[in-house]
């Protein structure tokens, strides 16, 4: 498997109005794209090649909402980008590495993403994201 570089670094944001204005305002930068899937609200902020994608649960028993009771706001993942996510988790699989998914599924902007258990990844909730090709 072949991770080309870092998508993305997922943060779990309570309010993301607040959030938004804190990355324009005080750190100068810009959303550039939002959109809703299933119980989120995410913004995305590009920075040096990698996206900041600020995450909002839509739902108190939504993903988010619970990580945030356990954890506090903060970083919920880091993202990967690889060439085909269902060869990655085949690949890792294979290997021994315990999946939350064990096939790829629908992630924002038409991308195909899965993730890893923290537990394999010395804590670090890890997302695997391919792109469609042009």
């Known amino acids: 498997m072949e991770v080309k570089k870092i998508d993305h670094i997922g943060i779990a944001v309570g309010d993301l109005g607040s959030a938004k204005r804190f990355y324009e305002e005080a750190l100068g930068l810009r959303v550039e794209r939002e959109e809703t899937l299933g119980e989120m609200k995410i913004a995305f ?5 990698v996206n900041l994608e600020l995450i909002e649960s839509t739902t108190q028993e939504g993903v988010i909402s619970k990580f945030i009771a356990r954890r506090g706001e903060g970083i919920h993942h880091i993202a990967y980008e690889v060439r085909d996510v269902a060869a990655a ?9 315990k999946l939350i998914d064990e096939t790829p599924r629908a992630g924002a902007h038409g991308t195909q993403v899965a993730f890893l258990h923290p537990r394999t990844a010395f804590g670090v909730l890890t997302e695997l994201v391919s792109k469609k090709e042009d």
């Open 89 to 97: 988790l085949d690949e890792l699989h294979a290997q021994g590495v």
């Open 45 to 49: 902020v590009p920075i040096g090649g």
